[in-house]
């Protein structure tokens, strides 16, 4: 029996909510989000290989009717950005297709949103990042790019080889982009020239070493964003499989962040599991109340699960959920099966009753639900078969957030 919330958000659009899927089979696949008479179906609409080989990465912007999609050229010396239009029935056109330094894996879209915006690119193979500006209606042109070395690899010999930016994310400000560096230990800080859309790299916050930055997400716990409002950064570290919170001051002037280091835990909390779990995204959810982790490879629902009120039906990793306090400290609320093995990415509508997670090695998208009360993920709702190694899936609805 679904929630009446749930109901309301499938409905108060009046029209269909579409989710898209980047897989390394080379697709975008779209999916219609349905319901009927208490029942939600995923089904497949149309699938658009104008991406390139090997989509890694999406970034809709609801507001423009505009999706972007990286193509991580897995086996090319180059990747490439592309652009599309979301038509109404769900399908894409694409707009425009460039070539870009390797290997993009994340994009953010900043600047003023009712005016000049460009899109900034994590480059993982590449070590840069890279920024093109937007026009609104879909075309983009090169701005700049940010290439790194490292003087010696990293404690990680076969991670840490080479710097690895691996997101771009904003402040909740707008006026910085942070961009955790897998390879390099550090999460790299660019300040935005509101003018030109220039980035002015700042003074990097410095994660422990051989933690390998991953993805971030900053928490207002009073729910404003402004330089003066209580901050904190939550990192999650791949190679450590921890959650790092630091409380972050701004400097004046747009001089930059800095730092304090007050928390660090598990992204598995105190759970026993005998893998190397490798967490991938973390978001914070729509009402800023919960913080939820994906976690790879920890496989701690994996058939057979003796308790069937959990049963998962199929192998599958793990998200945590966490409450968040308001000194940012985190308590731990839940471990959940993530409806297969591999969850790379996931994304929450925007009353928060949904997780869409691509798992990647199971080949499919799950659509749990989700307590908003309570923050506790259920049973999937759908769930449906996406070919290839699934990389991103996001919502087409303003006010969806993706990790
Ligand atoms: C709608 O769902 C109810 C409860 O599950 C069921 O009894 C009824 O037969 C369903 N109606 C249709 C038209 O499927
Ligand atoms: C877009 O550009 C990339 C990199 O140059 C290329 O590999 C890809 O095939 C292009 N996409 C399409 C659909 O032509
Ligand atoms: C979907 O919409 C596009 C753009 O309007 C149109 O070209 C296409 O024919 C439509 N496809 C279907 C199957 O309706
Ligand atoms: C393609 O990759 C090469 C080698 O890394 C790089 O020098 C070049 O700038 C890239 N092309 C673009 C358009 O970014
Ligand atoms: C912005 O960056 C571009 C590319 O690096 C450069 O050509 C331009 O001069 C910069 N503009 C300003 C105002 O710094
Ligand atoms: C998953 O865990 C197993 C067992 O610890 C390990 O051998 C494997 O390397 C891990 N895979 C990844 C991708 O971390
Ligand atoms: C599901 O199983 C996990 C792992 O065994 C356990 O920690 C959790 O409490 C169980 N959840 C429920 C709802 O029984
Ligand atoms: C995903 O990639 C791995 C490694 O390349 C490959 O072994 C596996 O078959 C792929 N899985 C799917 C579902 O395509």
């Given at each position: ?22 897989s ?39 507001s ?38 390797s ?14 915006q ?39 010999a ?6 690895h ?6 402040d ?5 982009i ?20 220039n ?51 701004y400097?004046?002037?747009?001089g930059g962040?800095?730092f ?31 913080l ?5 490879n ?10 069937a ?86 919502f ?8």
């Amino acid at each position: 029996m679904l929630s009446s919330s749930l109901l309301l958000a499938l409905t108060t659009t009046g029209s269909a909510t579409n989710l898209f899927v980047s897989s390394y089979s080379g697709e975008i696949t779209s999916l219609a989000l349905s319901e009927s008479n208490g029942t939600v179906s995923l089904d497949t609409t149309f699938s658009n290989a104008g991406c390139g080989p090997n989509p890694s990465w999406l970034t809709v912007d609801p507001s423009r009717g505009l999706l972007f999609c990286l193509n991580e050229g897995l086996t090319s010396p180059n990747g490439s950005l592309s652009s599309f239009t979301i038509n109404r029935n769900g399908s894409l056109t694409r707009v425009q297709n460039e070539t870009t330094i390797s290997g993009p894996v994340s994009g953010v879209i900043y600047g003023n949103s009712a005016g000049k915006q460009a899109i900034g690119l994590a480059h993982y193979t590449g070590s840069s990042l890279t920024s093109y500006d937007l026009d609104g209606d879909g075309q983009f042109h090169f701005g700049e790019s940010f290439t790194y070395s490292l003087s010696k690899p990293g404690p990680d010999a076969a991670r840490q080889d080479s710097p690895h930016p691996h997101e771009a994310v904003t402040d909740p400000t707008g006026q910085y982009i942070l961009v955790p560096d897998l390879g390099a230990d550090l999460v790299r800080v660019y300040g935005i020239d509101f003018e030109t859309l220039n980035l002015t790299e700042l003074s990097p916050l410095n994660a422990p070493s051989g933690s390998g930055p991953r993805h971030a997400a900053f928490y207002n716990p009073y729910s404003v964003a402004s330089e003066d409002a209580t901050t904190f950064f939550y990192l999650i570290t791949e190679l450590t499989s921890t959650i790092i919170t630091y409380s972050v001051t701004y400097l004046p002037n747009g001089g930059g962040l800095t730092f304090t280091q007050t928390a660090q835990v598990s992204t598995l909390w105190l759970l026993n599991h005998n893998r190397i779990n490798a967490p991938a995204g973390v978001l914070i959810s729509p009402d800023n109340r919960f913080l939820i982790v994906s976690n790879r490879n920890s496989t701690l629902f994996s058939l057979p699960n003796p308790d069937a009120s959990n049963n998962t039906q199929i192998p599958s990793d793990t998200f945590t959920t966490f409450e968040l306090q308001l000194d940012g400290r985190l308590v731990f609320v839940q471990a959940w099966p993530s409806g297969g093995l591999y969850p790379r990415q996931f994304s929450i509508n925007p009353s928060g009753t949904l997780i869409a997670v691509g798992n990647q090695l199971s080949a499919n998208v799950a659509l749990l639900s989700r307590n908003p009360a309570t923050g506790l993920i259920g049973e999937p709702l759908a769930r449906i078969p996406v070919k290839g190694n699934i990389t991103c899936v996001v919502f087409d609805q303003a006010g969806a957030g993706s990790a």
